[in-house]
Protein backbone atom coordinates (compact mmCIF):
# COMPACT_ATOMS: atom_id res chain seq x y z
CA UNK A 1 0.00 0.00 0.00
CA UNK A 2 1.19 3.24 -1.03
CA UNK A 3 1.39 6.26 2.08
CA UNK A 4 1.79 9.83 0.83
CA UNK A 5 3.26 12.22 3.35
CA UNK A 6 3.03 16.07 2.76
CA UNK A 7 5.06 19.04 4.16
CA UNK A 8 5.86 22.27 3.33
CA UNK A 9 2.89 24.38 4.39
CA UNK A 10 2.81 27.28 6.42
CA UNK A 11 1.77 30.85 6.98
CA UNK A 12 3.32 33.48 4.04
CA UNK A 13 2.36 36.85 3.08
CA UNK A 14 0.42 37.49 -0.09
CA UNK A 15 3.26 37.40 -2.85
CA UNK A 16 5.19 35.19 -1.29
CA UNK A 17 6.62 31.84 -2.04
CA UNK A 18 5.99 27.69 -0.46
CA UNK A 19 7.02 24.64 -1.63
CA UNK A 20 5.11 21.25 -1.00
CA UNK A 21 6.20 17.93 -0.79
CA UNK A 22 4.55 15.07 -1.19
CA UNK A 23 7.02 11.72 -0.25
CA UNK A 24 5.40 8.34 -1.36
CA UNK A 25 6.33 5.11 0.63
CA UNK A 26 5.63 1.61 -0.42
CA UNK A 27 4.48 0.03 -4.14
CA UNK A 28 3.77 2.48 -6.77
CA UNK A 29 3.10 1.54 -10.49
CA UNK A 30 4.00 3.02 -13.37
CA UNK A 31 1.28 4.47 -15.00
CA UNK A 32 -0.31 6.38 -12.11
CA UNK A 33 -0.50 10.05 -12.53
CA UNK A 34 0.41 12.58 -9.25
CA UNK A 35 -2.02 15.48 -8.73
CA UNK A 36 -1.99 18.08 -6.17
CA UNK A 37 -6.02 19.34 -5.09
CA UNK A 38 -6.94 21.36 -2.43
CA UNK A 39 -9.58 22.54 -0.29
CA UNK A 40 -10.59 25.63 1.30
CA UNK A 41 -13.65 25.89 4.40
CA UNK A 42 -16.92 25.30 2.91
CA UNK A 43 -15.64 24.53 -0.64
CA UNK A 44 -15.21 21.68 -2.41
CA UNK A 45 -11.73 19.71 -2.98
CA UNK A 46 -10.32 21.69 -6.37
CA UNK A 47 -7.67 20.37 -8.78
CA UNK A 48 -4.73 22.48 -8.63
CA UNK A 49 -2.24 20.52 -10.76
CA UNK A 50 -1.08 17.41 -11.93
CA UNK A 51 2.04 15.24 -13.72
CA UNK A 52 1.72 12.13 -15.57
CA UNK A 53 4.30 9.20 -14.69
CA UNK A 54 6.46 10.14 -17.25
CA UNK A 55 6.63 13.58 -16.54
CA UNK A 56 6.22 14.63 -19.48
CA UNK A 57 2.75 16.15 -19.10
CA UNK A 58 1.39 18.08 -16.83
CA UNK A 59 -2.16 20.58 -16.14
CA UNK A 60 -3.00 23.22 -14.18
CA UNK A 61 -6.18 24.83 -13.42
CA UNK A 62 -6.15 28.11 -14.60
CA UNK A 63 -6.20 29.76 -11.17
CA UNK A 64 -3.01 28.98 -10.46
CA UNK A 65 -1.53 28.74 -13.94
CA UNK A 66 1.56 30.48 -14.54
CA UNK A 67 2.43 30.61 -10.75
CA UNK A 68 2.42 27.03 -9.86
CA UNK A 69 4.67 24.44 -11.36
CA UNK A 70 4.46 20.46 -10.04
CA UNK A 71 7.83 18.45 -10.61
CA UNK A 72 8.85 15.20 -8.88
CA UNK A 73 12.33 13.88 -8.14
CA UNK A 74 12.05 10.33 -9.01
CA UNK A 75 15.35 9.24 -6.73
CA UNK A 76 13.46 11.04 -3.28
CA UNK A 77 9.87 9.44 -4.28
CA UNK A 78 8.78 12.98 -3.86
CA UNK A 79 6.43 14.83 -5.47
CA UNK A 80 6.57 19.15 -5.25
CA UNK A 81 4.47 21.89 -5.75
CA UNK A 82 5.97 25.29 -6.39
CA UNK A 83 4.01 28.14 -5.66
CA UNK A 84 5.13 31.50 -6.31
CA UNK A 85 3.05 34.94 -5.90
CA UNK A 86 0.80 33.63 -3.69
CA UNK A 87 -3.06 34.89 -3.09
CA UNK A 88 -5.12 35.44 -0.38
CA UNK A 89 -7.41 33.25 -2.11
CA UNK A 90 -4.39 29.98 -2.34
CA UNK A 91 -4.97 29.55 1.37
CA UNK A 92 -6.93 26.09 1.75
CA UNK A 93 -5.43 22.38 2.81
CA UNK A 94 -3.85 21.12 0.20
CA UNK A 95 -3.31 17.47 -0.48
CA UNK A 96 -1.19 15.48 -2.95
CA UNK A 97 -2.64 12.43 -4.71
CA UNK A 98 -1.78 9.30 -6.87
CA UNK A 99 -3.38 7.95 -9.52
CA UNK A 100 -5.34 4.64 -10.29
CA UNK A 101 -2.90 3.01 -12.60
CA UNK A 102 -3.98 2.88 -16.48
CA UNK A 103 -1.09 1.49 -18.02
CA UNK A 104 -0.67 5.00 -19.37
CA UNK A 105 2.98 6.54 -18.41
CA UNK A 106 1.85 9.83 -20.09
CA UNK A 107 -1.63 10.28 -19.18
CA UNK A 108 -2.39 13.12 -16.99
CA UNK A 109 -5.20 13.23 -14.48
CA UNK A 110 -7.30 16.28 -13.53
CA UNK A 111 -10.53 14.63 -12.01
CA UNK A 112 -10.65 13.62 -8.30
CA UNK A 113 -12.44 10.40 -9.16
CA UNK A 114 -9.07 9.00 -11.05
CA UNK A 115 -6.88 9.31 -7.73
CA UNK A 116 -6.91 6.17 -5.14
CA UNK A 117 -4.24 7.33 -2.79
CA UNK A 118 -4.38 10.59 -1.07
CA UNK A 119 -1.84 12.34 1.50
CA UNK A 120 -3.20 13.62 5.12
CA UNK A 121 -3.17 17.42 3.41
CA UNK A 122 -1.22 20.18 4.69
CA UNK A 123 -2.26 23.29 5.33
CA UNK A 124 -1.26 27.18 3.71
CA UNK A 125 -2.56 30.26 4.57
CA UNK A 126 -1.58 33.52 2.44
CA UNK A 127 -2.44 36.47 4.33
CA UNK A 128 -2.53 39.92 2.83
Known amino acids: QVQLVESGGGLVQAGGSLRLSCAAS????????MGWFRQAPGKERDFVAA????????LYADSVKGRFTISRDNAKNTVYLQMNSLKPEDTAVYYC?????????????????????WGQGTQVTVSS
Open 97 to 117: ALGFNNGNVDYVAPHIYEYRN
Open 26 to 33: GRTFSGQA
Open 51 to 58: MSWSGGST
